[in-house]
């Protein structure tokens, strides 16, 4: 028996509701429970208040003997960078895996980010990370027709496709939307499999009669992807063919306000009745009921592999038609021509008129039974690790880095830096020190005295005239021969491990460059986290501080190879640009999900003290520099200045939404005395 997470934040069902993602892990817990597995469902929550499965349905999982863990998302906090909240709820799913043997998640807003970066760079005590895809955000927000939220959805994405990438395994139930998924530049571990997807439909008997069709049922939610639109206008353009149509029944929830109005007033001339209380199970009812006198429309322009075809198609006598768009056709394979139209009114229309006329007694349906069987067979492979990725993990040698450490008037924290290097639990690396020019004489003798104490194989101290801070780390990386490059500044502190474990997880992934997080302190305690997103080029652009702090282990030969730090003498972010050009390069950074280090952010610090628009402007240039490359010159630099704008605006509007809510109150202060 093996011990199996599902982990999603649709389960049967919340406040009576769940969608085609909720469908799947209640069908494939009991799936697995049948096969003689120990299940656990996690539910994760994006909401930050306690969210619990429906009391029924927490009953059902009960008798069934699956587990049941709840989660909410914790609160936003202002001392933690970077925060998306998919990131902040994979925090806490990560520690609950340990225990099991295989987990799989949902690709819309994949928690597994946290646990997937993690196993890169500790594969031990892991289980197997496996991502479905079901439909990300961005597939998601195209069919909804809707634009992302900036930089949220740019943050959000970017976890999906991640999480994806760094799985053990990826399912794709349908083709269709592997296609789509690579179409957008996804990629991943190994070749995904194909499965179409898990289902144990109810007993049902074939009906008594032949049908004999009164009512048209939509049957999904009533949102813009699901193509109500489409249905009313399939439906107007064939009316007056439809003879003996009593109703139309709208069957799902309404999830864009005033859709049910919509739909009863573009076909008024047939009463519409909105049944939107039901949940999955008693949806089906309502069908299995009126399987002799309905004709059930599925009308969804583009969708992956949906239950509600599934379940409608393995209802005996049930007619149904369903929009040929995405991975629909293959749910048939092959078979169930007459039930697909193509995704537009037309070719609804006649369709509508030809099965209202000609109802069918044995429609096409679902092979779920091989679907299953695939499924059992891709989780029993996946539990014994016959398809697993190897790791491979080289024992650590600290000989391959030099810890290469900047200095310009840092004289009260210089000694601290030297000593956290000195007591490090890897022993043996190299330091390489360069004080760059400091004017401050006190700071000058604090360096040589420093030089004069540390005098083991491989600590190097020099001095030159000021270059800025991104010259001295270049002059220092020079005097190098590791193959590895450590850099910090003289004002931080690493952890008792940060060489071990930095060198350890560079070993271990094969990245050319690694990160890790670390906490902002003053000395004496703690005033923010900082758990950089990571390689995140498209947000990065909009939100840098996605990239991390600016100590950095790098390969000396990947750091000589883009030329080292760009040298902008007086601009910050040096850091944020050079992860940029490593990426824009084709080169692999990444985040240890550790916090490795304590970093300060002095009054006359360059953080505080570098001209803002220098450091931003650096940044965008080297963005623009390959956007120049397809001839968009200057498109960074203008979707950069475009958000500036948009901020601005949204500022003024919330001061001007305050404003008015004073006057407000005002007014009613003076109404209240006036009538006093």
């Known amino acids: ?100 043997d295989i987990a799989y998640f949902q690709d819309w807003a994949n928690v597994a980010f946290q646990a997937a970066r993690a196993k890169r760079f500790n594969p031990r005590g892991w289980p197997v990370l496996v991502t479905v895809l079901h439909g990300p955000s961005n597939w998601i927000r195209a069919a909804n027709r809707q634009y992302p939220d900036i930089p949220e959805d740019l943050h959000l994405e970017f976890i999906e496709r991640y999480s994806a990438r760094h799985s053990d395994r990826v399912i794709a139930p349908s083709r269709y939307i592997l296609d789509w998924a690579r179409s957008e530049g996804w990629t991943f571990p190994a070749e995904p499999d194909v499965l179409g997807l898990p289902y144990r439909p109810p007993e049902s008997s074939p009906p008594e009669h032949a049908p004999s069709l009164r009512q048209l049922v939509f049957f999904g939610r009533l949102e813009t992807r699901k193509g109500f639109s489409l249905f009313i206008d399939g439906v107007r353009m064939a009316h007056e063919s439809l003879s003996g149509l009593e109703r139309i029944v709208l069957l799902g929830h309404q999830d864009e306000p005033g859709a049910v109005d919509r739909v009863q007033r573009e076909l008024s001339t047939v009463p519409v009745i909105h049944i939107g209380d039901l949940d999955t199970e008693g949806a089906a009812d309502y069908l299995r009921s009126h399987r002799g006198d309905s004709l059930v429309v599925i009308p969804s322009p583009v969708e992956n592999f949906p239950y509600a075809v599934i379940e409608t198609s393995l209802i005996p006598g049930l007619n149904a038609l369903y929009s040929s768009g995405g991975g629909v056709p293959e749910i048939f394979g092959g078979a169930g021509e007459s039930q697909l139209f193509e995704p537009n009114p037309q070719a609804l229309a006649a369709k509508l008129v030809e099965r209202w006329l000609a109802p069918m007694n044995q429609p096409a349906s679902y092979d779920y039974r091989s679907a299953n069987r695939r499924w059992l067979q891709f989780h029993d492979d996946a539990i014994g690790g016959r398809t697993a990725i190897p790791v491979t993990v080289t024992s650590p040698d600290a000989r391959q880095v030099d810890v290469c450490v900047t200095y310009f008037n840092k004289a009260r924290h210089f000694p601290k830096l030297l000593d956290a290097l000195e007591r490090q639990t890897a022993p043996g690396f190299g330091v390489i020190a360069v004080d760059d020019g400091s004017p401050d004489p006190d700071a000058r003798t604090a360096f040589d005295k420093m030089a004069a104490k540390y005098t083991a194989p491989g600590w190097t101290f020099f001095r030159q005239k000021n270059m800025f801070v991104d010259a001295a780390r270049n002059q220092a990386a020079k005097r190098s021969n590791a193959e590895f490059l450590l850099f910090i500044d003289a004002d931080d502190l690493p952890v008792p491990n940060t060489v071990e474990r930095m060198l350890d997880a560079i070993l271990a992934s094969g990245d050319d460059c690694l990160l890790a997080g670390g906490y902002l ?111 968009m010159h200057g498109a960074a630099n203008t979707m950069h200045a475009l958000y500036r704008r948009c901020q601005q605006l949204e500022e003024a509007g919330r001061e001007q939404a305050l404003r008015l809510r004073l006057h407000d109150r005002v007014v009613a202060v003076l109404a209240e005395k006036r009538q006093a």
């Open 1 to 100: 028996m093996s011990k199996v997470a599902l982990v999603s934040h649709d389960v049967p069902t919340i406040h009576g509701r769940a969608g085609g993602v909720g469908t799947f892990v209640s069908q494939f817990a009991a799936l697995l429970r049948e096969h003689g597995e120990d299940v656990t469902i996690i539910l994760t929550r994006q909401e930050t208040e306690p969210t619990r499965i429906d009391e029924k349905w927490r009953k059902k999982y009960k008798q069934l003997g699956i587990g049941l863990v709840e989660l909410h998302n914790t609160p936003p906090s202002p001392d933690r960078w970077s925060d998306p909240w998919t990131a902040r709820l994979s925090q806490q799913v990560a520690p609950l895996l340990r225990g099991f």
């Open 521 to 631: 302190f003053d000395g004496e305690s703690v005033k923010a986290r900082y758990m950089p997103l990571g390689p995140n080029l498209t947000g990065g652009l909009i939100d840098p501080i996605v990239f991390g702090p600016s100590m950095i282990l790098i390969r000396r030969t990947v750091f000589h190879n883009i030329g080292g730090y760009r040298e902008v003498r007086g601009a910050a972010h040096e850091d944020w640009e050079l992860q940029v050009r490593l990426l824009l390069a084709g080169y692999h950074t990444d985040v240890i999900p550790e916090f490795l280090l304590y970093f300060r952010q002095l009054d006359d610090g360059l953080a505080l003290t570098s001209d803002d628009f220098a450091a931003k402007r650096r940044l965008v240039d080297t963005y623009d520099a390959e956007f120049a490359r397809l001839g």
